[in-house]
């Protein structure tokens, strides 16, 4: 029964001390990574100007590289500014509806919410590397 008692205390006192998770560090871990993903945004942007500007210097990169079928490679170039576009709609949809004022919320729906949009945020920040790497790698054979 001793034991007991003592596996019982020692419970109900590992219960007392875990900490309810606080809704400003849950928005602060948020925005701390909104910076993080947006440090990529600078990169992801240079990237599509600089595919804009090949497209519209076709006849250049042409007399630069003779043996590119430049059909083919302004389908490809669209196809990765239309990537990079799509990255960067979504960040700014995020940005648009991301709501940090928690007002009349319980500290319990405000954490949900707030995790709930640190998952958003890493979903982007995936996407936005990946296109990075892509344009990133296409890029580079063109020496751009």
Do not use: G, Y
């Given at each position: 029964m001793k034991l007991f008692l003592a596996v019982l205390v020692l419970a109900t006192g590992a219960v007392a001390c875990t900490q309810t998770p606080n809704y400003k560090t849950e928005r602060d871990d948020v925005m701390k990574f909104h910076d993080v993903v947006m440090e990529d945004h600078g990169?992801?942007?240079?990237?599509?100007?600089?595919?804009?500007?090949?497209?519209?210097?076709?006849?250049?990169?042409?007399?630069?590289?003779?043996?590119?079928?430049?059909?083919?490679?302004?389908?490809?170039?669209?196809?990765?500014?239309?990537?990079?576009?799509?990255?960067?709609?979504?960040?700014?949809?995020?940005?648009?509806?991301?709501e940090p004022d928690v007002t009349g919320k319980s500290n319990e729906d405000a954490v949900k919410y707030f995790k709930a949009e640190r998952i958003k945020i890493g979903k982007i920040d995936s996407l936005y590397k990946a296109e990075i790497q892509s344009s990133d790698a296409y890029l580079k054979q063109f020496k751009k």
């Open positions: 990169i992801l942007v240079n990237n599509q100007m600089r595919l804009d500007s090949m497209l519209k210097e076709m006849p250049a990169l042409k007399t630069r590289f003779p043996s590119t079928d430049t059909l083919k490679e302004k389908v490809v170039m669209k196809a990765t500014l239309d990537r990079l576009n799509v990255a960067e709609e979504l960040m700014n949809d995020w940005m648009h509806k991301f």
